[in-house]
């Protein structure tokens, strides 16, 4: 099957964590048994910033971040996530993702749905009312 989903960050931090609902856990099971994960470039900068993370939880994420396909901050990402900011009141990384996914015509998997909602254009899917 094609890539149809790019993953927020919180969504792949939950999700290594182990800490969805059983029925999202799933949800997210069938996601990388029908593509490899595709993040953002702002995901894989928040995922290497992650604070908290333990050792473990550092070589989870850089194995994670190998076996996904990570979307670079290309000019019409560029363009996309100005004219976000330009329409809405979102932080920029947030605005970067979202772009990503509107260029790359792809649904974004988020749990922080009410940042993302009011963008028009933009396929969003919560896990855990998947």
Same mark, same amino acid.
């Given at each position: ?20 609902? +059983? ?37 989870v !994420? ?13 000019? +019409?990402?560029?363009y ?10 979102i ?7 979202a ?18 909602e009011?963008?028009?254009? !933009? ?8």
């Amino acid at each position: 099957m094609g890539i149809k989903y790019i993953w927020d960050t919180n969504t792949v931090i939950y999700y290594l964590q182990q800490q969805f609902p +059983p029925l999202a856990e799933k949800f997210m099971d069938n996601l990388i048994y029908e593509a490899r994960p595709v993040i953002s470039a702002i995901t894989e900068i928040e995922l290497l910033c992650w604070k908290t993370a333990t050792e473990k939880d550092l070589k989870v !994420l850089q194995n994670f971040i190998y076996d996904a396909l990570v979307i670079e901050l290309e000019k +019409p990402i560029k363009y996309k996530t100005a004219d976000i900011r330009k329409k809405h009141k979102i932080k920029l990384p947030d605005a970067i993702i979202a772009a990503t996914a509107m260029v790359y015509e792809l649904i974004l998997v988020s749990r922080n749905v009410s940042d993302f909602e009011d963008i028009e254009g !933009l396929q969003l899917i919560n896990p855990w009312d998947a």
